[in-house]
Nanobody, 121 residues
Framework: QLQASGGGSVQAGGSLRLSCAAS????????MGWFRQAPGKGREFVAA????????YYVDSVKGRFTISRDNAKNTVYLQMNTLKPEDTAVYYC????????????????WGQGTLVTVSS
């Protein structure tokens, strides 16, 4: 089970740190990703990180603003979000999977319940 937390309401330019804690399984053998879904839109890839954190991937719109990291000892993945924009408003989901194309939702087998991020202008 994946539990996402850390969402909230923030003004544009602000920061939030999302956490995704796993229980019942270890994340150390999984590639981990964050996706988001804005109101009325489909689910969008945001960021992903390889097993040992040697590789990270981001959608162009968040590069330089968001940072994904993982602490396998704590069984937790993080998404640090800085310089937030209103267009970042969405429900954010964490996911765990093993397939190599980490930007695709079909590469992930396990999903958290989502945490809402609202950015006001």
């Amino acid at each position: 089970q994946l539990q996402a937390s850390g969402g909230g309401s923030v003004q544009a330019g602000g920061s939030l740190r999302l956490s995704c804690a796993a229980s019942g399984r270890t994340i150390s053998t999984y590639r981990m990703g964050w996706f988001r879904q804005a109101p009325g839109k489909g689910r969008e890839f945001v960021a992903a990180i390889s097993w040992g954190a040697s590789s990270t991937y981001y959608v162009d719109s968040v590069k330089g603003r968001f940072t994904i990291s993982r602490d396998n000892a704590k069984n937790t993945v993080y998404l640090q979000m800085n310089t937030l924009k209103p267009e970042d408003t969405a429900v954010y989901y964490c996911a765990a999977g093993g397939r190599t194309t980490m930007s695709m939702s079909t590469s992930y087998d396990y999903w958290g319940q989502g945490t809402l991020v609202t950015v006001s202008s």
